[in-house]
């Protein structure tokens, strides 16, 4: 088992990385489970039918009773329905002040399921036992929780940290393909904004014991960031690298065409291009990362001309002005932040064109 030590001014938690650690979380939960305190596993229909047997088996073996809250799959239940339903089984398991929930699926149950234990009784604790790859690399670690409103994405929110991350990177043997490459979209991100030696492991020939390996290197770069910036006001924004473009891509063709982390694969060549285009980024960093994306079977370079993404960009609400702060690599490994207007953004866009050419794989 790996074990990472998330140290925050609110409190230390532990990540523990391994495969198998499903069969032992029951005793893992046992400091967090109080004589009489209910334990409520949130999950979704997915994860409940492969998993429901081994989680079970599990917590009954070290004495602990749970209700499960299955809620339906996709995005569309991280809303304020499904948070509604979530604490109509909170109230009925009778969970108190010093309850414990676990959050047992993807992204969508991690951050309904933190952001319902941050808010019920003004706060009970939390462990996130995550099943995606973007889940266990990403989502699961830092804090963050939201649900959705018809305003838009993860508008509603908190920052609540889990007493505990148990992440067992063989519940990924069931995740469907597509799944798998988007969340390797976020690991390849992570090589290319901090370190070049993940990178150069992507690149190589990954043996699937590897992949425990890499969780751990992911979860040590994205723990790194959020400790020395909880709150997202400076480092933390690093972790966008390639989401930028990407958001614009989901919004120009409509969330759900293609996935977030095909999207932040293009996203991330773009960024790359402009990168070099401005002399800001090592020539040739952009052609690494297209043929590490193509390596794990993600399209690099998205069909149409990177200019089309500007409308999208400026309209992000989240923007708010006449400028974006955009994440740049510097060179593979090492990425840094650029305050640019709209304007200078799309001029340089235009100058990028349609796709490269083909490159060498
Ligand atoms: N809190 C954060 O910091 C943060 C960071 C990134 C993304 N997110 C959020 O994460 C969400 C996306 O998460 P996601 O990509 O994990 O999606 P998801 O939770 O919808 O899971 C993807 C699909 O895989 C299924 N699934 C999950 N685990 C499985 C398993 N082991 N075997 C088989 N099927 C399984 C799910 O039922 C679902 O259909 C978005 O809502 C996004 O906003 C949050
Ligand atoms: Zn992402």
Not at 61 to 87: H, Q, W
Request: aromatic share 6%.
């Amino acid at each position: 088992m790996r074990t990472l030590t998330v140290e925050l001014p609110g409190g230390a938690y532990e990540i523990r990385i391994g495969d198998g650690l499903l069969a032992e979380l029951g005793a893992m939960l046992l400091p967090f489970h109080g004589e009489e305190t209910p334990v409520v596993v949130v999950t979704d229909e997915n994860v409940w039918s492969h998993y429901r047997a081994p989680l079970a088996a599990s917590l009954a073996a070290a004495g602990i009773a749970f209700v499960p809250a299955v809620c339906p799959p996709g995005e569309t239940n991280k809303s304020m329905d499904g948070l509604e339903r979530l604490y109509d089984v909170f109230a009925k398991a009778g969970l108190p002040r010093g309850g414990l929930v676990v959050a047992f699926g993807g992204g969508v149950v991690g951050d309904l399921a933190g952001f319902a234990a941050a808010t019920w009784m003004r706060g009970v604790q939390l462990v996130q036992v995550p099943t995606t790859l973007l889940a266990q690399v990403d989502s699961s670690v830092g804090g963050k929780t939201a649900v959705n409103h018809a305003h838009g994405k993860n508008l509603i929110g908190a920052f609540y940290q889990p007493k505990l991350v148990v992440v067992d990177p063989e519940t990924l043997r069931t995740l469907p393909a597509r799944e798998v490459r988007g969340g390797m979209a976020e690991v390849i991100k992570y090589g290319a904004i901090r370190s070049k030696s993940l990178f150069d492991t992507l690149d190589g020939d990954m043996k699937p014991a590897a992949l425990a390996e890499i969780i751990e290197a992911c979860c040590r770069i994205k723990s790194e960031i959020v400790v020395r910036d909880e709150r997202d006001f400076g480092e933390r924004m690093l972790l966008n690298f390639g989401h930028t473009f990407g958001h614009a891509i989901e919004r120009r063709h409509g969330f759900g065409h293609y996935t977030h982390g095909e999207a932040v694969a293009f996203g991330m060549v773009v960024a790359a291009r402009l990168g070099e285009r401005l002399a800001l980024t090592q020539p040739g960093a952009a052609d690494a990362l297209r043929r590490l994306l193509a390596r794990h079977r993600l399209a690099p370079d998205y069909p149409e001309p990177p200019v089309v993404l500007a409308p999208a960009m400026a309209s992000d609400k989240k923007s708010g002005g006449r400028g974006v702060r955009l994440v740049l690599l510097r060179r593979i490994g090492e990425a840094f932040t650029q305050e640019m207007r709209f304007d200078d953004i799309e001029a340089a866009l235009a100058l990028l064109g349609a796709a490269p050419q083909v490159f060498s794989q």
